[in-house]
C-alpha cells in the first residue's frame, strides 16, 4: 500500500469518527432538550418556593446583632468609638504606618461589656 492509499483511508477513518461523534453530541443535546423543558418547570416552582422562604427569613431579626449596634452606639461606649474613628481617619489621611488594632479591641471589649450587661440575657433567662 502506498503512502497515498493509506492517508486516504486514514483520512476516511478520522471523517467517519467526527461523524460518529456529531451523531452522538446531537442525540445528547436532544436528549437535554427534552429533559431540559422539565427541569425548567421544576425550578419555576423551587424558585416560588423560596421566594416564601426568603420572606420568612427577612422578618427574622438576630437579638444579638441588634444589640451590638445598640451598645455600640451608646453612650458608654462612645468614647471607644470615637477613638477608633480618629484613628482610622488618622491612618487613611496622613498615610501613618499604623494599625487600629488596639483601639477596635477596646470598642470590641466595651460592646460586649455592653451586651452582657444589657437586656438580651434577661429575655433569654425568663
Known sequence: MSELEFDDEVDAEEE?????????AEEEEAANEGAGGEED???????DDDDDD????????????TERERCINSFDC???????EACNA???DEGIQENCT?????????????????????????
Do not use: N, Q, S
Open 102 to 126: 488596639p483601639e477596635f479591641f477596646d470598642l470590641l471589649e466595651c460592646r460586649d461589656k455592653c451586651v452582657a450587661h444589657g437586656d438580651i440575657f434577661k429575655t433569654l433567662l425568663k
Open 16 to 24: 467517519e469518527e467526527e461523524e460518529v461523534a456529531d451523531e452522538e
Open 90 to 92: 488618622r491612618v487613611k
Open 54 to 65: 426568603e420572606d420568612d427569613e427577612e422578618d427574622l431579626v438576630d437579638p444579638l446583632v
Open 78 to 84: 462612645h468614647g471607644f468609638r470615637h477613638a477608633l
Open 41 to 47: 418547570d421544576d425550578d419555576d416552582d423551587d424558585e
